[in-house]
């Protein structure tokens, strides 16, 4: 099994600056893309960034410039740095986490911390 853990999220005001960590653990023999998403109330879950083994990222063009995605392979970690952020920002933000182990491929997500921003 594999459990996520994250944390970092709060209540900022706008142009502030925010870091979500979110740390995997279990039977691991491996994890391939790490990512968040986040989901604004009335609204869909939408992916914010993804980083893969190899330290390729990729960004929602809505915060491109302002959070950075980054990942520590011998700790299993993500983190997600985000400043300027914004009122629209406001979101439950969630770990997403492709992983290799005993079982096979597991696609799992941590449970979501929430972020507020107030203008």
């Known amino acids: 099994q594999v459990h996520l853990v994250e944390s970092g999220g709060g209540l900022v005001q706008a142009g502030g600056s925010l870091r979500l960590s979110c740390a995997a653990s279990?039977?691991?023999?491996?994890?391939?893309?790490m990512g968040w998403h986040r989901q604004a109330p009335g609204k869909q879950r939408e992916l914010v960034a993804v980083?893969?083994?190899?330290?390729?990222?990729n960004y929602a063009d809505s915060v491109k410039g302002r959070f950075t995605i980054s990942r520590d392979n011998a700790k299993n970690t993500v983190s997600l740095q985000m400043n300027s952020l914004k009122p629209e920002d406001t979101a439950v933000y969630y770990c997403?986490?492709?992983?290799?182990?005993?079982?096979?491929?597991?696609?799992?997500w941590g449970q979501g911390t929430q972020v507020t921003v107030s203008s």
């Open positions: 279990g039977s691991i023999f491996s994890i391939n893309l």
């Open positions: 980083i893969t083994k190899d330290d390729n990222t």
């Open positions: 997403n986490v492709l992983i290799i182990g005993p079982f096979g491929v597991a696609n799992s």
